[in-house]
């Protein structure tokens, strides 16, 4: 296996990737440089040396304040210029209780994946991992079994001898290597001022910009407005068709009819069940009387008129007006003189 050389390569069309062991890296910054606000857009440029800078993956987990207040404060500011980093993302890990003390767990096999996806996936030429840890090296080795170049930056103290070996460049790390990458004091300040901005949670914000739990309080309330007003139909309707049923048991009124108002206009009206009949007053018989029209009109039978009475000898004029006398004698004639 050929030594690791210390010049990397400078060519344009390489694509690079890097992939940052966060908490390996933060220890050795504080015991070597004594300070962490490095600028990592421009650590990764210098990593790359001219070549075409795909990506940065910062690997970490995140401190707990109940370890550690002052730490997890600074880690913070830490991960608030890493956030603001183009090409930068950044993936944390969990921490778990193992006896009496905390470690971290999934950050190394984040970066082993990783590093491995990426190069079956021909996403890069070259990988660059900030790390001497010495977990890494069958990383590394599966790497360059696809034919990708592994280069390893790391401080000379703290380069596992698997990495050395496994690495085809070996880019090292002095305290002389980050002049220029910190942060400035105005950049630092920025920082701070990000972070007193206020934290707005998921179900306060959308992509739209809308405000969620106001959203979501304004739709509860129409709910139960229409949920009011549904009821109060509901309501209104089983009342009209409750008094729709009593209203059909109800025995129909019979329609009162007209009655006559004189002798001579009978009453034309009758109950709804019978036709309307057009009734004229009965007329009277030829020969008849009024007496004999209405008695023959009570008795029901009919009979023949009786003629006028004849007139006596005597020349009275007195009939037998009760029809008495002998209607059969004839009228005498009078002699001409």
């Known amino acids: 296996m050929p030594k690791a050389t210390t010049r990397p390569s400078s060519r344009a069309d390489e694509r690079v990737m890097v ?13 070597t440089c004594g300070r ?11 990593l790359a040396n001219g070549r075409d800078l795909r990506r940065v993956y910062y690997y970490n987990i995140r ?3 109940f370890e550690d207040r002052s730490n997890a404060s600074d880690q913070d500011k830490f991960l608030a210029s890493l956030y603001d980093t183009p090409h930068l993302e950044v993936k944390l890990g969990i921490w778990k209780q193992r006896g009496s003390t905390m470690v971290e767990k999934g950050v190394d096999v984040m970066l082993a994946v990783d590093l491995v996806t990426h190069a079956f996936k021909d996403h890069y030429d070259t990988a660059i991992i900030v790390s001497g840890d010495a977990d890494f090296y069958p990383a590394l080795q599966g790497a360059k079994d696809v034919g990708k170049q592994v280069e390893v ?12 070996r496994v690495a085809d460049v070996h880019i090292k790390l002095t305290k002389t290597f980050f002049t220029g ?12 001022a990000a972070l007193r901005k206020p934290e707005v949670t998921d179900e306060a914000a959308s992509p739209n910009g809308e405000d969620k739990a106001a959203t979501k309080a304004a739709s509860k309330t129409s709910t139960r407005r229409t949920t009011r ?4 139909r509901t309501s209104s309707r089983s009342r009209s ?3 729709s049923k009593t209203a059909e048991k109800a025995p129909a009124e019979e329609p009162k009819t007209a009655t006559a108002t004189s002798r001579d206009e009978p009453a034309t009206e009758e109950a709804p069940s019978r036709p309307n009949i057009r009734r004229t007053p009965s007329r009277r018989k030829v020969g008849g009387t009024a007496a004999s029209a209405s008695t023959n009109g009570a008795n029901g039978s009919a009979s023949k008129p009786r003629p006028p009475a004849l007139r006596t000898p005597n020349g009275s004029g007195n009939g037998d007006a009760s029809g ?3 209607s059969s004698k004839p009228e005498p004639v009078a002699a001409d003189s």
């Open 153 to 164: 930056a790391a401080f000379e103290t703290n380069i596992s001898s698997e990495a050395a």
């Open 229 to 232: 007003r549904t009821t109060t």
């Open 19 to 31: 992939f940052i062991d966060g908490s390996n890296l933060y220890h050795v910054l504080g015991q």
């Open 181 to 192: 990458l910190w942060m400035t004091r105005a950049q630092m300040r920025q920082r701070s």
């Open 324 to 326: 008495d006398g002998d």
């Open 36 to 46: 962490h606000d490095l600028q990592f857009d421009k650590f990764a440029q210098k």
């Open 63 to 65: 401190q707990e304040a």
């Open 241 to 243: 068709t409750s008094r």
